[in-house]
């Protein structure tokens, strides 16, 4: 069997997924209806900054941090806000909207361009 191509997987999700622009998500963010949620690996975050406000959890540990019955369920990413997901060019985030909403999660989406487009606003802080 051929395994399948991630970027026709990361096509498929995107199609089912809702997706917002980086302005429309800060303002989500801002006005307490949404989270950001970055999913980046700890490394990317320090080696290329972080979004102010923004949660970080990280892609391996995301379905056992939304999942109440887990061990390392986070309270915070089930509060009732719309998770906006996003990781470095928005192929992760797509992938990890996608299976939180086969979970069950009805407030999810994506950020489009992912951490890429925050940078590209001047939206976010690097480590000194």
Not at 36 to 43: E, S
Not at 81 to 98: E, Q, Y
Request: hydrophobic share 45%; net charge negative; glycine share 8%.
């Amino acid at each position: 069997m051929a395994i399948r191509s991630v970027k026709e997987m990361v096509k498929e999700a995107k199609a089912e997924i809702n997706t917002v622009d980086v302005k429309d998500a800060i303002a989500q963010a801002e006005s307490g209806e949404a989270l950001l949620v970055d999913i980046r690996d700890i490394r990317e975050l320090k080696r290329e900054g972080r979004v102010a406000g923004a949660y970080h959890a990280p892609r391996g540990m995301l379905e056992f941090w939304v999942s109440p019955d887990s061990p390392y369920y986070k309270p915070e990413l089930n509060d009732g806000r719309t998770l906006l997901l996003f990781c470095a060019g928005a192929a992760r985030s797509a992938l990890a909207a996608k299976t939180l909403q086969d979970m069950g999660v009805e407030k999810i989406g994506e950020v489009a361009e992912g951490f890429k487009a925050f940078k590209e606003i001047g939206a976010f802080e690097k480590d000194e």
